[in-house]
């Protein structure tokens, strides 16, 4: 077949009334070359292949051993808090201990029991026993393991460690004196002496299966002067921990890649070093059998630890040579080139068209920022001022008269805001094909809604520091009897502007209503907004909004910035418009963990009043409101150390298109507007 081919291919290249000697001379030029720079090209990706696959390794290794690193550090806090517990009070009841330490074990099921073992010098067991006793546990008294199986009384010693707490509990447990035994009393010892939390080497726990192995854990409880030191121990908290429980589920993304993972006791003999193998077999005397294993680091309480990674039988692949395909590839697009010659030309004029559509007058198009329904965005510079810009286009597809003429409104009115947390409109005009645009600043930022999916919720003065700046601006627009309509998370972007971090600057005026304003510019029957933080009356008469739909909204964003949610949430567009015009929102401090300030809260639910008129009037009657709610400044130095704290987690590329006004109007058809007003519908 492929015999055939090669003479079919020759004779083509034969026949003069193709185009003559030259030509074929040309097409056989390229298709040597191409032939030459297949196989090199071919050489090449298989020494990357090796590089590549070795990066790509490591990164994921790195992923998995961060994921494991947390994992470990979870069961070593559950334990902290225990002893936390008992260092604030040593009168800690059983029923209190239990109720407790029941919702971690849940949490974590990997930890198989917490414990709480006090130390009772020998003057005060009978005492202790008997304070047992009358605890409720009827038999308790302090045993040891028989010699020749079994439990027994424990024979008598300067102090003893018994095992008085436990979750969950075991009746042939209570009353184990530690100190029977000197390789269970060792950890307790080393912790007295360090002061610190300490682990044992592996364990197995009589209901463990084989190759599975435990992990103990002891954080000692001291008495401590009025000047915080310790005098003397009361006892210590412990904790027995599964190593296959925790460590798999951290684990699981690198066991589907099909790696080999095991975890080593560096503190410990070899034979008992290895605490975990993701599959029998993967090691000898304590030593990884995998050749050149990745290693990685991990610290847990005073023990070294090690976690190995290497590419397991599922992960190899066959790094001798990339696919033959590539090759032939190449040879069939050298082919295609030499038969392409003949478009050239045309492709060059292409080439030219491009770009000179890549420059718009003064500017010249760098990169596509973003997209929506009716506007395209692109990052540009300026040719003699060479300051970053955005230029906003209308779709050509969408340049009706209708489309035009809102985005010269939206333009027009904006330019008429000075404020500086306004975006800065720097100029406007049609292409020589009859395209708007207009031209704005530059937000190299992030906008609300991307700061809460980097960085998670926000506190309370960096809410009212935000707020108070979107306030101000709509102050400004709302004395010029503009109304927003779409104040959104995603139309608040933060900046960093003259070294000052956090700057707020209030974007898309393409939903702007002008005071007596006639809205026919906008679809007829349509509500106007983004459902999330649309306010009632913009659903039941969007045509009639004004300044106190912006609180609303408002309100809502800082809702938002506040929980992380929208006040309500639904399935439809209809159930969220629904519970806009009916349901009463949950307060903030409602839906978290933490306190809210309630003056701030009253602000927020205040702007989110059903009725109008029960709001703020306009945005500086709510930026009063928020400078007089009593909440703590937002420094600077806070507001630096935030954008440091989310520096590196997203591509700043993303970052920018997200912030920048691309949307086209939300708008619901009438018929939705019917639906939600009805709730029986």
Not at 88 to 109: G, I, K, N, Q, T
Not at 123 to 132: D, K, L, Q, V, Y
Not at 463 to 492: C, F, T, W, Y
Not at 610 to 625: D, G, I, V
Request: with cysteine; aromatic share 6%.
């Amino acid at each position: 077949m492929k015999s055939s081919s090669s003479e079919a291919f020759l004779r083509l290249l034969s026949v003069r009334s193709l185009g003559g000697l030259p030509t074929h001379r040309a097409a056989l030029a390229v298709f040597g070359l191409g032939v030459l720079v297949s196989v090199g090209l071919w050489l090449s990706l298989r020494a990357r292949m090796h590089d590549r696959e070795r990066s790509e390794f490591q990164r994921r290794v790195g992923e998995v051993a961060g994921a494991l690193h947390v994992q470990l550090e979870t069961p070593l806090e559950v334990l902290e808090s225990v002893c936390a517990l008992f260092d604030a009070s040593v009168d800690v009841e059983r029923d209190e201990f239990a109720r407790f330490v029941r919702p971690a074990l849940e949490r974590h099921p990997g930890i198989r029991a917490l414990e709480w073992i006090p130390l009772v010098p020998a003057t005060s067991r009978a005492a202790f026993e008997r304070a047992a006793r009358d605890d409720g546990l009827a038999a308790f008294e302090f045993t040891q393991v028989r010699a020749g199986g079994g439990m027994e009384r424990a024979g008598d010693r300067p102090e003893h460690l018994p095992i008085y707490f436990m979750e969950p509990g075991d009746d042939q447990v209570l009353g184990f004196d530690l100190t029977s035994e000197p390789d269970r009393q060792e950890p307790v010892d080393r912790a007295r002496a360090r002061q610190a939390t300490v682990a044992s080497g592996r364990i197995r726990l009589i209901e463990d299966p084989p190759q599975t192995h435990s992990i103990a854990v002891f954080c000692p409880v001291f008495a401590r002067d009025a000047a915080g030191n310790a005098t003397r121990l009361l006892g210590a908290g412990a904790e027995v921990f599964r190593m296959r429980s925790v460590v798999e589920p951290a684990i699981a993304g690198a066991l589907t890649l099909g790696m080999d993972v095991v975890v080593i006791d560096l503190s410990a003999p070899p034979e008992t070093r290895v605490l975990f193998e993701s599959s029998p077999g993967l090691t000898r005397d304590g030593q990884e059998l995998a050749r050149a294993p990745l290693r990685v680091d991990l610290p847990f309480a005073d023990r070294s630890w090690s976690a190995s990674f290497s590419r397991g039988p599922r992960y190899q692949r066959d790094p001798s040579e990339p696919s033959w395909g590539i090759l032939i590839a190449g040879i069939a697009l050298s082919c295609l080139l030499g038969l392409g010659i003949s478009t050239e030309r045309v492709i060059h004029q292409l080439r030219r068209q491009v770009q000179a559509a890549q420059h718009l007058g003064q500017y010249t198009l760098v990169r596509k920022l973003g997209e929506g329904g009716m506007g395209v965005v692109w990052e540009a510079r300026h040719a003699l001022l060479r300051r970053p810009t955005a230029i906003k286009l209308l779709r050509p597809e969408r340049a009706g008269a209708g489309a035009i003429s809102r985005f010269e409104r939206e333009v027009q009115l904006t330019s008429q805001l000075t404020h500086p947390n306004t975006v800065a409109i720097y100029d406007y005009g049609r292409t020589a094909e009859g395209v708007f645009y207009y031209v704005m600043e530059y937000l190299d930022g992030h906008d609300l809604q991307h700061l809460i999916a980097l960085d998670g919720l926000q506190p309370a003065p960096r809410v009212v520091h935000i707020m108070k700046q979107v306030a101000s601006a709509l102050a400004e627009a709302h004395g010029r009897g503009l109304v927003h309509r779409d104040i959104k998370p995603a139309n608040i972007v933060l900046c960093e502007r003259g070294g000052v971090h956090d700057v707020a600057k209030v974007v898309d005026f393409g939903l702007v209503k002008a005071a007596q304003q006639d809205l026919s510019l906008s679809r007829d029957q349509m509500i106007i907004g983004t459902p999330a933080f649309i306010a009632p009356e913009a659903i039941n008469d969007p045509e009639h909004v004004d300044a106190r739909s912006d609180i609303y909204a408002c309100g809502a964003v800082a809702y938002y910035l506040l929980t992380g949610r929208p006040v309500f949430d639904g399935a439809t567009l209809v159930e969220i418009c629904s519970q806009h015009l009916y349901a009463t929102p949950q307060r903030p401090s409602e839906r978290l963990d933490r306190p809210v300030p309630e003056a701030l809260e009253a602000v927020i639910m205040r702007c989110l009043e059903k009725k109008p008129a029960e709001r703020y009037e306009n945005a500086s009657a709510l930026l009063q409101a928020l400078r007089a709610c009593g909440v703590a400044e937002w420094t600077e130095a806070q507001a630096e150390a935030a954008w440091q704290r989310v520096a590196g987690r997203s591509d700043p590329a993303a970052a920018t298109a997200l912030t920048l006004p691309v949307d086209s109007p939300s708008a619901l058809d009438i018929d939705l507007g019917r639906r939600v007003r009805d709730p029986q519908t």
